[in-house]
């Protein structure tokens, strides 16, 4: 059985052994060895990449700060956004076959926990090497490297009154492969509020969309 090609594009790596990311993709409601062990194993690994990659990129934040940041990079809300990106949702399998588990409809946690499993068989397969690799990959866009992006500002804004954090969304992409064009969404989860960006990246793009968002919160609050 192989690794879904779209998905092993997305992460940035290719498996070498395949039954490995098969598993990771097995759902306990499917039956048979689902991905637990794994969930166990790149939970720990996910929370050991993301602060040595805070670590060395922070030297001036002290451990109050690194701890706050980790927390909220590792979160499920976090993970599923990711998971969403990379197409995860579209090849769990599920109760005997692949779906589109729908995040926001009861999957969130299932993403976030296979997310962290396909991690952890990254780990099996590669080492800490790869997973660090895959976190420079996918986080950097997510939150890494965060002060002064929108992104960053938005989401600590959100997280200091206690509210989800937005959701950012790919609406479409066109041109040509050496200069596609992409639209995104950045959705409030509690209250539907959606605010549109475009550019060059997939990261510029939510990074517009995160700015129009962030305007529009302070302006609401009068800050």
């Not at 397969?125 to 992104?151: C, N, Q, T, W, Y």
């Not at 060059?200 to 609050?221: D, G, W």
Request: glycine share 10%; charged share 25%; net charge negative.
């Amino acid at each position: 059985m192989s690794c879904p090609k779209h998905l092993e594009q997305a992460l940035g790596y290719s498996f070498r052994d395949p039954k490995l990311c098969a598993k990771a993709l097995l759902h306990s409601s499917a039956g048979g060895a689902a991905f637990q062990r794994l969930e166990y194993l790149g939970d720990a690994v996910l929370s050991l990449a993301v602060a040595l990659r805070l670590y060395e990129r922070h030297p001036d934040w002290d451990e109050g700060q690194l701890t706050k940041v980790r927390a909220a990079l590792v979160q499920k809300s976090y993970l599923t956004d990711l998971a969403e990106r990379i197409g995860l949702n579209c090849h769990l399998r599920v109760s005997g076959h692949l779906g589109t588990l729908p995040a926001r409809e009861g999957g969130q946690g299932v993403l976030a926990d296979a997310f962290e499993a396909l991690l952890g068989a990254v780990q099996l397969d590669s080492g800490l090497d790869e997973v660090l690799r895959i976190v420079d990959r996918l986080f950097d866009e997510a939150g890494i490297d965060r002060a002064g992006h929108p992104k960053s500002e938005l989401q600590e804004w959100m997280q200091a009154r206690g509210q989800p954090l937005p959701a950012y969304r790919e609406v479409s992409r066109s041109g040509a492969d050496h200069a596609l064009f992409f639209e995104v969404e950045c959705e409030f989860p509690s209250s539907g509020m959606r605010f549109s960006g475009s550019g060059r990246s997939l990261k510029e793009a939510e990074s517009e969309a995160a700015e129009r968002a962030l305007h529009h919160v302070r302006s609401a609050s009068g800050a």
